[in-house]
C-alpha cells in the first residue's frame, strides 16, 4: 500500500535537495583552476545535511576526494558504502589506527608519536597507507612545526609501509581576507620548497578552504578543501561575485499540531512574558530549542563596531524586535511567546484557511537542528530516501506515492 513519506518523519523533518547539492559541487570545480582537484568537506554530518548521502551525491557530480574531522566520521561514510578516499584533519590516537588502516581513511600526521602505530597497523595488514602532514602555519591548534616537516618526512623512509600523498595547512583568517593569509601561505610555500631541496615529493599540496578558494585563487595548488560553498552559502556573508550561482538544498519543515482562538489577555508560553493584545488564532508547532529554533553561537566581537551590533539587537530583542519566525502558507509568522523545549507557539491570525496538519517552515541554522529530526533526500523535486536515527530507508523501496 502507498502511504506519503511523512508516515515515515513524523511532524517535523528537513528536507535536502541532493541536486541543489550535485549543482553547487560542479559549479565550484568548473571555477577551479586547471589541474586542481576539489575536496568536498563532509564533516560535521555534512553541516548537518547528513554525511553518506551528502557525499554520494558530492562525488557523483565530480569532487574527488572528500574531507572529514574525526575517525568516528570517517567510519559512518565506510558503513554507508563511500569508497572515495578520505581523508581526517584530526590527529589520530595511536589507539586509532588500527581502525584508520583497515577502513583505508587517509590520516593527517601533527605529530610522529602516531606513524609507528600506523605503520604496524599497516603492516599487519600488507598494505600501504597514504598520509598528508599537516603544517602549523598560524592557526594555532594542530600541525607539525614548519622546521619539523623536513625530519619527519624523511623518518617516513623507515616506514615503508606508509606513503607521503599529502602536505597542507589551515588557514585562520581567509573568511576576512586578512594579510595574515599569505603571511601563513607563505610559509607552507617555504616548507614545500624545503621538502623539494630535500628530495621529498609532495604529490597533493593544499592550503584553500572555501573562503580562500575564490578569494585568493592564486593558493589553490593542487587541492582545495570546500565545504561551506556546497552547501549554498558564502563564507562570512561571503562574495557573490564569485559568479557560482549556488543553490541552497537546506528546508526545515513541520506541520500544525493544535490551533486555538486565544482571546485578549491571554498569557502565551512560559514566564506569560506575552500578553496578548488582541484575539488571536495560534498554532502549536512541534519544533523548539531543543531542535535549534533560535538557537544562534555566542559570538564574541571583535571590535568596537562588532558590540555595537549585538548591543542593538540585544536591545531590539527586549522590545520584541527581531523575534523568531516561520512561513505558513508563504506568508511569514511571529513565534510568540518563549520558545519551548520541544514545542512552540505561532501566531497565524492573518493566515487565511489554516488547519491542523499545515505545513510550516522554518530557519533553523545547520549545525544547530537537531540530529534528530529525519532527513529526507529529494531528486528532481521527489523525496527518494530518508534517514532517521534509525537509519535509512529507500523511499522507492517502500512504496511510496510521491
Known sequence: ??????????????????DAIAHNVRRVKNALQAGTRLMAVVKADAYGCG????ARAALAAGADMLGVTTLEEGLELRAGGVTAPVLMFAPLLSQEAGQAVRHRLTPSVSHPGVL????????????????HLKVETGMGRTGLAPEDIVPVALSLRGYPELRLEGVYTHFATAVYADSFVRTQFDRLQAALEDLKEAGIAVPVRHACNSAATFGFPEMQLDMVRVGTLLYGQYPGGGNKGWGLDLKDPWRVKARILHLREAPAGTSVGYGRDHILKKSTRVAVIPLGY????????????????????ILVKT?????GYGRAEVTVAGRVTPVIGRVGMQL??????????????DEVEAGLRRLNTNPRLPRVYLRSGQ??????IQGEMSLAEEGVDH
Open 344 to 357: 512552540s507557539m505561532v501566531d497565524v491570525s492573518h493566515v487565511p484557511g489554516v488547519k491542523l496538519g
Open 1 to 18: 500500500m502507498s502511504m506519503d513519506y511523512t508516515d515515515f518523519t513524523g511532524p517535523r523533518w528537513v528536507e535536502i535537495d541532493t
Open 290 to 309: 531543543a531542535d535549534g529554533l533560535t538557537v544562534s553561537p555566542l559570538v564574541r566581537p571583535k571590535n568596537t563596531v562588532d558590540l555595537f551590533k
Open 383 to 388: 523525496p527518494y530516501l530518508v534517514r532517521t
Open 51 to 54: 554525511a553518506p548521502e551528502v
Open 116 to 131: 609507528p602505530a600506523l605503520a604496524a597497523a599497516a603492516r599487519e595488514r600488507g598494505e600501504v597507507v597514504d598520509i
Open 315 to 319: 536591545v531590539a530583542a527586549f522590545w
